[in-house]
């Protein structure tokens, strides 16, 4: 599909992409989001129409904290509504940010991210201010340039009136907010033909009316809340399909290949860089020159970060954040023709991980060794898969040695580890505390021939419920330790 052509920065983009879509915009400028706000007041003054075949109604608030509580009325009251904003901006929003995902309203906050004032005002680029929005219930997109800005606008706008969830839509202050660049426009007559008319009028059709009263930001009990609060799970594991599913008709529209996740570069990059924002067209270019001299490299860019979709990060890109087996370790050892040189592997777990490697590994080194295990942790606090792993090892004859700081960084966690001590020296594991002060390796070293080195405290949480990282090594020691 042939597209109009126009020379336009960022925030131009992202205007024009929302203005298909908003009834009333709730405006208060600050830099460098102000041009989508003068823009979309200019072209609503000048008669524009949206797909609904309206004019924008404009208002502007005496601050972004006033633009938040109109934008979340107006949408109450049944109009569909954007607003645009950055920094201590769009911090100002987040009170009512939290009521309009807990309502399930569907909105679009367009967001040109700027740094945080702290010390001292920055007006340039970073993403403090929308990480600070991450736990609100807004889903969160983000785009790399203004090309970008404008084709995944209008997915940010079609996917909230579907899916109910808001969207903060993000690209980088100046860097793309501001440069200009000759893009493809959106035709409106193209987005109405994807737009969900029927969620449309199902919104409308929950709006607040005084001829249909119902009762609305009730107090609850944690009993009730917390049920409530769960409710709207199912519309948040449902919304990366929908995100998916609109990128997909944008693509067999304009002939682009969007995915919640891009890939670019080597197919069998040994290096990556996992991205989003402007950054990630300077990757591509690096990327070209590394791979042009043989370099195996690449990029992950992200489109959708919240919800954040582990599953189609796999998909998409080809990468496995939760971590390799020694099945798969196995595999690649013998196809890459390593194993008599020794190999590294890193690996992460986390609580989306249901095959738990962090600690299934730690008990397999324990289970296979032959000789020894050092094992050096700032914490052991464990469960008791872990303590019988242990416990069996040091019983079957195998050396197994613990260290642990004799002074803690936290005072609670040291008489917990210390509680762990009886059941294990009684087994015949040797406990040693490190006198002079803190440490905070994480250690597994076996019979000179195995050892995994990272993150993962000797910690139920660090097994359960963290993020975490680690390398797993094999013949790779050149002395005993």
């Excluded at 493809?184 to 199902?202: C, F």
Aim: include cysteine; proline fraction near 4%.
């Amino acid at each position: 599909m042939a597209r109009k052509k126009l020379s336009m920065d960022g925030n131009t983009a992202a205007a024009h992409a929302s203005y298909a879509f908003t009834e009333v915009a709730a405006i208060y400028p600050i830099t460098p989001s102000s041009v989508m706000a003068d823009v979309t007041d200019t072209w609503s003054a000048g008669g524009l129409k949206n797909i609904m075949g309206d004019t924008v109604k404009v208002v502007e608030m005496q601050s972004e904290a006033g633009a938040a509580g109109a934008v979340h009325g107006s949408l109450a009251a049944g109009a569909l509504t954007t607003t645009y904003t950055a920094s201590q901006g769009l911090l100002l929003m987040i009170p009512n940010m939290y009521k309009i995902a807990g309502e399930l309203l569907p909105c679009v906050i367009h967001v040109s991210a700027r740094a945080v004032a702290s010390h001292a005002l920055n007006i340039f680029g970073d993403h403090s201010d929308v990480y600070a929005c991450r736990q609100t219930g807004f889903a969160m997109m983000a785009e790399s340039n203004p090309q970008e800005v404008m084709d995944l606008g209008a997915v940010a706008h079609l996917a909230t009136i579907k899916g109910r969830v808001p969207v903060l839509n993000f690209f980088d202050g100046f860097r793309t907010s501001h440069e200009i660049q000759k893009i493809e426009t959106w035709d409106y007559k193209d987005l109405e033909e994807m737009v969900d008319k029927d969620a449309i009028a199902a919104f409308r059709a929950r709006s607040i009316n005084p001829e249909h009263p119902v009762l609305r930001g009730s107090a609850e009990n944690g009993d009730i809340f917390f049920q409530h609060r769960e409710a709207c799970n199912k519309f948040y594991d449902a919304f990366p399909a929908i995100v998916e599913d609109y990128m997909n008709q944008v693509n067999a529209k304009i002939g682009t290949d969007y995915k919640l996740f891009n890939y670019y570069g080597a197919p069998d990059a040994e290096r990556m860089i996992v991205a989003m924002g402007s950054f990630c067209d300077v990757c591509e270019e690096v990327i070209d020159y590394l791979t042009a001299k043989g370099e195996k490299v690449g990029l992950v860019k992200v489109r959708l970060y919240r919800p954040f979709c582990a599953d189609k990060l796999i998909e998409d890109a080809g990468v496995n954040p939760a971590g390799w087996s020694f099945e798969q370790m196995a595999a690649y050892i013998k196809e890459t023709n390593i194993v008599d040189d020794g190999f590294a592997i890193p690996y992460n777990d986390g609580p989306l991980n249901l095959n738990n490697p962090a600690e299934g590994i730690y008990s397999q080194i324990l289970n296979s060794a032959q000789k020894y295990v050092y094992i050096m942790t700032p914490y052991l606090v464990i469960d008791d898969m872990m303590t019988s792993a242990l416990c069996m090892a040091a019983k079957s004859g195998i050396e197994v040695c613990i260290v642990t700081p004799h002074i803690p960084d936290k005072w609670y966690v040291h008489p917990a580890t210390q509680y762990n001590y009886l059941e294990l020296l009684e087994s015949g594991v040797r406990i040693y505390e490190y006198a002079p002060g803190f440490i905070h390796s994480k250690l597994f070293v076996s019979d000179d021939k195995v050892a995994t080195v990272g993150t993962i405290n000797m910690d139920y949480r660090s097994f359960v419920f963290h993020f975490e990282f680690f390398q797993f090594q094999s013949q790779c020691f050149s002395q005993s330790f």
